[in-house]
């Protein structure tokens, strides 16, 4: 049936969207990079092979795995290592894991791979090249690990509720791409069809990855068990999916790319939009979404967090699950506007987990509204940096006004608005958050408070009158050039700036975190601090021999077995 | 060694700003120092020779007294001030030239005059003493060297095509030049502390499980 592509509702109000809480509850959708990858790999019909897997019985080698698309050729080179527990860490300061990987531009010669066998199992000591478009590194689950290969090498399968508690065999410590540490520029794969979208190379390196540790932990079993080791089963192993920790170096990222952000949050806000101005579901609409509602409430009893902060949440989203199913009992959503109704009602009902599963899963029935907007989700605006200068100081205020029109009345000198800044520590160059009046690290402070600059430049520009232009005041004040840089970034993207307090004593980064990764596709947010959280990749996918254009998309809603 | 643009423009950026330049002028130095190495000229060189001079301990001293006449300062102008001025003030160029007295590190201003183009639509040219370059926003037509130091250079529109170098993909600062930057990048970086090392980063729970 025709869908009716006329939106009457209105996207959300950014003030309402970007505020930090919210944002940390974010879930992921139809616009996942993930999914945008497995629909792609799928429809496309990508071939997949493993030229080499030279492992020893002790786990240490190499591997490669080639995806082969319908122009281009890509290639994870896997290094596997023999890690002693007391260096296992997933922190970025660490130096050694339990494998190292990097996904090749092509299929890699002998040649290439004895180069990156010197480097990449280095990660940052090494270098690598403009052949290489991203590289990575993974450490085991110690516990989950020790029990499939214990199940595998006695002949037995592994307990699927164990699985299903961890999720994952390894989890990455940190994918760079884009140009770290010698790799190609994204400008290199950027125009590519398959490497549009936003991060596809990466979500490709860990797909691979996920097969490859899959592999890995049938190697180690069955050299334990010989003979008697058993063959995982593939209904268990798609339960595996890979994990990955992830601290602080996400934060700035949503701040320093305002376009990009912009583009994904607004993407999904369109989404939203387009689905709840939906005049009336047909049938099978309706049965697609109570479907896709029941298996999301499968996944999301799974989901396990030790840490007080998500605990709560968690106890509110399961909350939730049980009154929109009360909702759902009542509604058989026949009537007019169906998921403007559902939304709304979730406004006044459930907390903001709950209210943004409910955005999230209205998009599932309809692809014809939503998939074609994951084409506006890179940021290629390369020109949106330059200002403006003619732009009156007047106009500039009133930008202000409206972006940052909260932060201009808080005392930005008290102490519990400025109480962190965020700094670059020497060692490892990593991105930290530190207490500003307990620690010397203000004068390396790092620009991630806009909304604070943006209330000192709208101090400073109040003394110029309203008609000279922007030009001459960032002559006399350079100091304000990132600011008013931004604020002009703002009318065309609304959504790319965060409307709370980056550097209040409350903050939690992992808003930030969760925010970034929904949009990956990442489920089970399980935060280790304030600022620090695990996550979920790719469980319950197709590994890529099983890929088919039936299970490419959905695999992220379990089936219950039963 | 070789280097991604983005390598390039991260470790530009530190540099500017730990050199004593604000955050702003740090994004286009950044910008402008990758744009030079991806029209296959030496930004880093450029970029280092600068922060070298230490300008910004003093930044009045070194960008124009205002964007009407000549361009001029107390002493030498930093192309940090002068070339957001003119990415700035692009629309004077549809008026007449602009001609600036006494810039340093003249190259870096190429990429503002590049900006300037894409805003007017029209290729825009940069006489820097005796050498010229053209630039339409996208290409730049160069010789491979610049001075240090510019007595005089006028920027205007041209009508002339410009007749591109090849785009690069990578940047190969010399070693002295890309150290230059590494220390001066190094001056943005907190010391750090066992406590930092826990508490900035939020570690804290173990990672065998």
């Known amino acids: 049936m025709e869908t009716q592509t006329e939106t009457q509702i209105e996207r959300r109000d950014p003030a309402t969207v970007m505020r930090l809480s919210r944002l940390g509850s974010l879930h992921q959708c139809r616009l996942s990079f993930m999914r945008q990858l497995t629909r792609r790999l799928a429809q496309e019909n990508w071939s997949f092979t493993r030229p080499v897997f030279d492992i020893d019985a002790n786990g240490v080698g190499r591997a490669v795995y080639t995806a082969q698309g319908p122009e281009r050729a890509y290639s994870l080179v896997a290094f596997a290592h023999d890690l002693p527990p007391e260096q296992r860490s997933d922190r970025v300061i660490a130096e050694a894991w339990d494998a190292t990987f990097t996904l090749f531009d092509g299929i890699p010669t002998q040649a290439d791979i004895d180069r990156l066998s010197r480097n990449v199992p280095l990660q940052e000591a090494g270098r690598v090249s403009e052949s290489e478009l991203s590289l990575s590194r993974a450490n085991r689950s110690v516990r989950l690990w020790k029990h499939v290969v214990d199940a595998l090498a006695a002949g037995q399968q592994p307990d699927l509720s164990q699985i299903h508690q961890v999720g994952y065999l390894m989890r990455t410590t940190a994918v760079y791409g884009s140009g770290k540490f010698g790799a190609a520029d994204r400008e290199r794969v950027a125009n590519r069809p398959e490497a549009q979208a936003p991060f596809q190379v990466e979500m490709l390196s860990v797909f691979l990855t996920r097969t490859f540790v899959r592999d890995l932990v049938q190697h180690m079993a069955n050299a334990k068990g010989g003979d008697q080791a058993a063959q995982l089963d593939p209904e268990i192993a798609r339960w595996l999916g890979i994990g990955n920790s992830t601290g602080l170096g996400m934060a700035p990222f949503i701040v320093n790319h305002p376009v990009l952000f912009n583009n994904w949050i607004m993407a999904r806000e369109e989404a939203i939009a387009r689905v709840r101005s939906v005049a009336t579901a047909t049938r099978d609409e309706v049965d697609q979404f109570r479907n896709l509602f029941r298996r999301s409430q499968l996944s999301i009893s799974w989901w396990q967090s030790e840490h007080p902060i998500q605990i709560k949440k968690l106890a509110h989203l399961n909350a939730d699950l049980k009154a929109i199913a009360a909702y759902l009992d009542d509604d058989d959503l026949s009537g007019v506007s169906p998921w403007d109704r559902l939304v709304s009602w979730s406004e006044t009902a459930l907390s903001e987990e709950g209210q943004e599963f409910v955005a999230s899963l209205i998009l599932e029935p309809y692809p014809g509204l939503v998939d074609g907007l994951t084409s506006c989700m890179a940021d290629s605006r390369t020109e949106a940096f330059v200002i403006n200068g003619r732009m009156s100081i007047g106009q500039a205020c009133g930008l202000i006004q409206e972006t940052y029109g909260w932060a201009l009345d808080l005392d930005w000198t008290a102490r519990e608005h400025c109480a962190r800044a965020w700094y670059v520590s020497e060692e490892k160059l990593e991105p930290r958050l530190g207490e500003r009046f307990e620690e010397p690290i203000e004068a390396y402070e790092q620009p991630l408070a806009p909304a604070r600059d943006a209330a000192a430049a709208y101090t400073a520009l109040s003394g110029w009158d309203d008609s000279q232009t922007i030009a001459e005041f960032l002559l006399r004040h350079p100091e304000h050039r990132h600011t008013i840089r931004r604020v002009q970034l703002a009318r065309s993207a609304p959504y790319g700036e965060i409307r709370d307090n980056t550097i209040g004593e409350k903050v939690l980064p992992i808003d930030m975190l969760r925010a970034k990764l929904s949009f990956f596709g990442a489920t089970h947010f399980d935060p280790r601090s304030d600022r620090w959280v695990r996550i979920c990749m790719y469980s319950g996918a197709p590994y890529p021999e099983e890929l088919t254009a039936e299970n490419a998309d959905l695999w992220v809603y379990p089936q219950d077995p039963a | ?209």
């Open chain 2, 1 to 209: 060694m070789s280097f991604s643009l983005n390598e390039m423009e991260a470790t530009a950026k530190r540099a500017t700003r730990g050199a004593g330049y604000c955050w702003g002028q740090a994004e286009e130095a950044a910008k402008a120092t990758r744009w030079l190495c991806a029209q296959g000229l030496d930004g880093a060189s450029s970029l280092a020779a600068l922060l070298s001079l230490g300008f910004a301990s003093n930044p009045s001293m070194h960008r124009p007294k205002g964007a009407s006449g000549v361009w001029t300062g107390e002493v030498a102008l930093c192309p940090l001030s002068v070339g957001p001025l003119l990415s700035d003030s692009a629309h004077l160029l549809d008026e007449g030239h602009i001609e600036i007295h006494d810039l340093a590190a003249p190259a870096l201003l190429l990429p503002f005059a590049s900006y300037a183009a894409r805003a007017l639509n029209c290729a825009v040219a940069v006489e820097i003493d005796q050498i010229e370059a053209i630039t339409d926003g996208v290409a730049l037509s160069a010789p491979d060297r610049f001075p240090a130091r510019a007595q005089r250079v006028v920027i205007h529109r041209s009508a002339d095509p410009v007749s591109p170098c090849a785009q690069h993909t990578r940047a190969n600062p010399t070693d002295a030049d890309w150290d230059t930057l590494t220390t001066f990048a190094h001056r943005t970086y907190a010391p750090a502390t066992e406590e930092s090392r826990l508490l900035g980063a939020g570690a804290g729970l173990s990672d065998n499980d």
